[in-house]
């Protein structure tokens, strides 16, 4: 199994990466060669800039595509490559075999030279990126390369991405950034220019139905209904497929365009998706906050489970603990806010579809019945007006307008239309 196997219909891409990390090793295998001839390094260096100047390879990267197109799955793919120690290189292989120690440690988490960086919270700050700066300044310690993966460069303060600036300008010798986000305007321009851009396309809906039979063993009916309603994102295809919850949720939103018919209706569907979302921060905290909490206190050196008072001078730790937390539960109620109405607007769009006559496959099939009420009881014009309300929510929410009062002014547009 190649490292590439889980990037699911982007094969443009893959042959780029791969192109680059056969680069890499030959960069590395230069640099290396050079310095067990000479004894010295500053010959190694010369030598290895001596390849860089032809080199498909860079120290900086920029993915960029859709939600669901396989851009963090691209970057930890690619850093598994550039650790890929198979002897096959020598005969001429391409890096990335995916069985070597390299490779597989760096797909699953554990290689000491490859840094995953995915945040929970709503934003990156200049302290996490600050320490991410002094990793990146470290030679490797085992690995070919020092690869810092940052799966959500988007969410990087204006602070932290000046911090960034300064790493990227001047990169060490064999540290590479891979940052990902879903668009070239969701970065500082400083910094994208500094980048090399790799642009990811949202796969085939076929291609997300198979991935999830072949590897995740889904009954290929359900595969391609969860593929076919999520248009091709992959994790929340995956989410939908094997996650009855996720699938009860999303029927309930789909309902909404139903419920919408006098100002009470309205009011009250708005209430009922904020409080599915508090109810999905709820969940993931009791999974998560509980553990957190316990870890920190045996760390601090309070006993397991007695709930005992904390060491002397412990507590600010505690504290930044359940701050993190709660931002965390935050960013996971404006998450699953922002995928109800991603579901809504999939769902207008159907109906404008039919509205229209297009041949475009519909993504809600199953709830057709509803689809073609709406679309025969309205026209297309009506539908655009709602799509658009539907957008304005999604930006008012990212603008920290409360969130009740945005999804009410939304369901009462969505009515009124």
């Not at 094969?11 to 960069?27: G, I, K, M, P, S």
């Not at 198979?210 to 994102?233: K, N």
Request: contains cysteine; proline residues 4%; glycine residues 8%.
């Amino acid at each position: 199994m190649a490292v590439w196997d889980d990037l699911v219909g982007q094969d443009r891409v893959a042959a780029q990466l791969t192109a680059a990390a056969r680069d890499a090793d030959a960069l590395v295998t230069a640099a290396s060669e050079a310095a067990d001839a000479s004894a010295g390094e500053p010959m190694a260096a010369s030598a290895s800039a001596s390849s860089a100047s032809s080199s498909r390879m860079t120290h900086a990267w920029l993915f960029t595509g859709p939600p669901g197109s396989g851009r963090a799955t691209a970057a930890r793919a690619f850093a598994a490559a550039l650790q890929c120690v198979s002897p096959d290189r020598a005969l001429g292989g391409a890096p990335g075999c995916g069985f070597c120690d390299g490779c597989h440690t760096a797909l699953v988490g554990t290689h000491a030279d490859v840094e995953v960086v995915r945040t929970d919270m709503l934003s990156i700050g200049v302290k996490e990126t600050r320490d991410l700066v002094r990793r990146a300044q470290l030679s490797p310690a085992g690995g070919r390369w020092q690869v810092i993966v940052m799966e959500d460069a988007d969410r990087l303060t204006e602070g932290a991405g000046n911090v960034l600036l300064k790493a990227v300008e001047e990169p060490a010798p064999r540290t590479v950034w891979l940052l990902c986000a879903p668009s070239l305007e969701d970065v500082l321009p400083t910094i994208r220019s500094r980048c090399r851009l790799l642009t990811l396309s949202t796969p085939s809906v076929d291609a997300v139905a198979d991935v999830l039979v072949r590897r995740d063993g889904i009954d290929p009916e359900l595969a391609a209904s969860a593929a076919r309603a999520t248009q091709g994102h992959i994790g929340r295809a995956r989410r939908l497929a094997t996650d009855e919850r996720a699938r009860a949720r999303r029927a309930a939103v789909l309902k909404l365009p139903l419920r919408v018919d006098d100002v009470g209706g309205c009011l009250k569907a708005a209430q009922e998706l904020i409080d599915a979302a508090a109810e999905d921060a709820k969940q993931l905290a009791e999974e998560v906050d509980a553990k957190e909490t316990e870890e920190l206190r045996a760390a601090l050196g309070a006993a397991a489970g007695t709930g005992g008072r904390l060491p002397r001078g412990t507590a600010g730790a505690m504290k930044e603990l359940q701050d993190r937390q709660k931002r965390r539960a935050t960013r996971t109620q404006r998450d699953s806010l922002d995928l109800a109405l991603t579901e809504l607007t999939g769902f207008y769009r159907d109906v404008l579809a039919l509205q229209l006559g297009s041949q475009v496959a519909l993504a809600n099939t199953d709830v057709r019945d509803a689809l073609e009420r709406i679309a025969s009881g309205s026209k297309a014009e009506r539908t655009l007006r709602r799509i658009e309300a539907i957008t304005a929510c999604r930006q008012a929410l990212d603008s920290n307008v409360a969130p009740l009062l945005a999804v009410e002014a939304m369901t009462m547009a969505l009515r009124a239309g």
